[in-house]
């Protein structure tokens, strides 16, 4: 559902491991999912997306995880790098009613050196 | 190759005056969404627009905000007699397709004194 909350959890990973960011998202009707990368002062950046009748995808040092039994996704980032500190957010659209792209709560990855 | 053009970048107004952000979306792209964001927090959906047509306001506030996307110039919102809780980050994002892959902009940070 809509994201909310006082602050944003953190997962602090060490430079050159992999990182992996969960997200549950609401609506078992959403059919397409995307994660975003937010820096501070910056808008969302897109990541990568994938839709309901894949269950895995990859990118270039990104790769998302759909698991529709229990409604979560996952990012994982391989080899992680300083420049990958940012805020992820997954995103759902949820199609029952008006389209629409609804966020999850972020999630704040730390890169130790 | 211009991505999502918002302005201003910063807006200041008191309490009362009107607010105008504007949003010139991707080049060929006719969906435009607005997005709120306060700190630490994720992105709350306001409005879905294509050209002329408003089709999702479910997170508008009934009172005091508009948006429109004329068929010519950029998408506005407008937020009118404006109060020290509409402080906050706002984003337009737009697509090409409805309501996937959004890409979006830098924001506009509006501070009510």
């Known amino acids: 559902g809509e994201s909310v909350g006082l602050h944003l959890p953190t997962l602090s990973v060490q430079e050159g491991d992999n990182s992996i960011i969960n997200c549950a998202y609401s609506n078992s009707a959403s059919d397409y999912f995307i994660w975003y990368k937010q820096e501070s002062g910056k808008g969302p950046q897109f990541i990568i997306d994938?839709?309901?009748?894949?269950d895995k995808r990859q990118g270039q040092r990104v790769t998302v995880l759909l698991n529709k039994t229990v409604k979560h996704l996952s990012l994982q980032i391989a080899a992680t790098q300083p420049g990958d500190s940012a805020v992820y957010f997954c995103?759902?659209?949820?199609?029952?009613?008006?389209?629409?792209?609804?966020f999850g709560s972020g999630t704040r990855l730390s890169i130790r050196p | 190759n211009a991505g999502v053009m918002q302005n201003p970048r910063h807006l200041v107004r008191r309490r009362g005056q009107e607010a105008r952000l504007r949003c010139s979306p991707v080049k060929g792209h006719s969906h435009v969404y607005w997005y709120r964001q306060l700190p630490e927090e994720g992105l709350k959906f306001m409005v879905y627009l294509q050209k002329e047509n408003i089709i999702d306001e479910s997170g508008m506030p009934k009172e005091r905000f508009s948006a429109e996307f004329p068929k010519e110039g950029p998408s506005i919102l407008r937020i009118q007699q404006v109060v020290r809780g509409d402080s906050a980050a706002y984003f337009c994002a737009s697509s090409y397709r409805d309501s996937e892959k959004l890409f979006f902009g830098s924001g506009t940070q509006l501070s009510v004194l």
């Open positions: 995103a759902e659209n949820i199609r029952s009613s008006a389209s629409k792209i609804i």
């Open positions: 994938i839709r309901s009748n894949m």
